[in-house]
């Protein structure tokens, strides 16, 4: 089972930032949380990952917690094209399931 | 775009048939990946390959098998298509860093429709 806990839906007005919550309570020491998202009908895009420290890249940031138990992806200026289903997944190493257990995301609205 | 491309992009078959997915990559990286995606169970992992010919199975692997016979190729066959097997099927590559699996790019996905 995928070890995140996410709203089902959010929205954002065009132009805004978003910031998509993220649980991991149970994550382990020595995993990344990874954010992906997926557009309909289309394969699931990498968005940024993290193990300790805050991250940066020119699509989003990520705001990790001290104690590591949850996360916020922020995208600075959402546009309408941002809308899509976001992933939260905490690296489940090993295992049948594979390192990326995708759950049910958030699925953001960009509203103009 | 991390290179991968899937073909075909959409199939219909019917019940029994064999059918073979291929995903194909230009980024020489070691990890590829098989997962379907259905409605209310995201994303799983039904099969991986850590190189050529080196196969494992994933969460979900009965009914398909898979062939690895060069790095750029990863096929995915479904011996005898069940309707079950209707479903968005998804290829990723990675290149694992310090012995572990890193980031996971994926492809545009097949649509199976199975009759």
């Known amino acids: 089972d995928a070890k995140t806990t996410q709203p089902p839906s959010m929205d954002c007005a065009e132009g805004r930032a978003a910031n998509l919550p993220c649980n991991h309570s149970?994550?382990?020491?020595?995993?990344?949380v990874y954010w992906y998202r997926q557009i309909h009908s289309q394969g699931p895009q990498y968005i940024i990952h993290?193990?300790?420290n805050n991250e940066t890249n020119e699509m989003a940031s990520l705001i990790i917690t001290e104690d590591r138990k949850s996360s916020t992806l922020i995208l600075p200026h959402a546009t309408l094209r941002d809308t899509a289903v976001y992933y939260c997944?905490?690296?489940?190493?090993?295992?049948?399931?594979?390192?990326?257990?995708f759950g049910k995301g958030t699925k953001l609205s960009v509203k103009p | 775009d991390a290179g991968i491309t899937q073909s075909p992009r959409h199939k219909v078959t019917e019940t029994g048939t064999p059918v073979t997915l291929r995903c194909h990559q230009t980024?020489?990286?070691?990890?590829m990946y098989w997962y379907r995606q259905d409605p209310g169970h995201g994303l799983r992992l039904i099969h991986y390959?850590?190189?050529?010919?080196?196969?494992d199975k994933g969460e979900v692997s009965d009914g398909y098998s898979v062939s690895r016979s060069k790095t750029e190729d990863f096929l995915l066959t479904l011996e005898s298509a069940t309707s079950s097997q209707t479903s968005v099927y998804f290829c990723?590559?990675?290149?694992?860093?310090?012995?572990?699996?890193?980031?996971?790019?994926f492809g545009p996905g097949t649509r199976l429709l199975v009759l």
């Open positions: 980024e020489n990286h070691r990890y």
């Open positions: 993290g193990l300790k």
């Open positions: 390959s850590y190189g050529v010919k080196d196969t």
């Open positions: 149970t994550i382990s020491g020595n995993e990344y």
């Open positions: 990723a590559i990675s290149e694992p860093d310090r012995g572990r699996e890193e980031t996971q790019y």
């Open positions: 997944i905490a690296e489940n190493y090993g295992g049948s399931q594979g390192n990326l257990i």
